[in-house]
Every structure is written in structure tokens, then in C-alpha cells.
């Protein structure tokens, strides 16, 4: 079974730092995530009004 995105990349996290808990870590994992969402439906919104015009 494939490990979840969020335990994944958190323990990775965790692995490159050694001053982070277990929850800033996966804090700052899901604010990554969540940015990097808006940011490619804004990305696919532009994209769209380009090929319109």
C-alpha cells in the first residue's frame, strides 16, 4: 500500500531538518500543498483565457 502524500513528505521533512516537530512539519507540508494547488488552478484559469483571446 502506497504511503500518503502528507506522511511522506513530512517524515522527508523531518529527515532534512532537526529542529522541526512532527507537526510543523506536516504544517508546513500542507501549506506547500495547498499553495501549489491554487497556484496551478490559477495557472489552468490564465491558460485558458489565453487560448480564448
Known sequence: MAQHWLIR???E???LT???TQ???ADFVR???AAGHEAGIAEAAAEA???RE
Do not use: F, G, K, S
Request: net charge neutral; aromatic share 12%; hydrophobic share 35%.
Open 9 to 11: 513528505w513530512t517524515d
Open 13 to 15: 521533512l523531518m529527515r
Open 18 to 20: 532537526q529542529d522541526l
Open 23 to 25: 507537526e510543523q512539519a
Open 31 to 33: 501549506r506547500v500543498y
Open 49 to 51: 483565457r489565453r487560448e
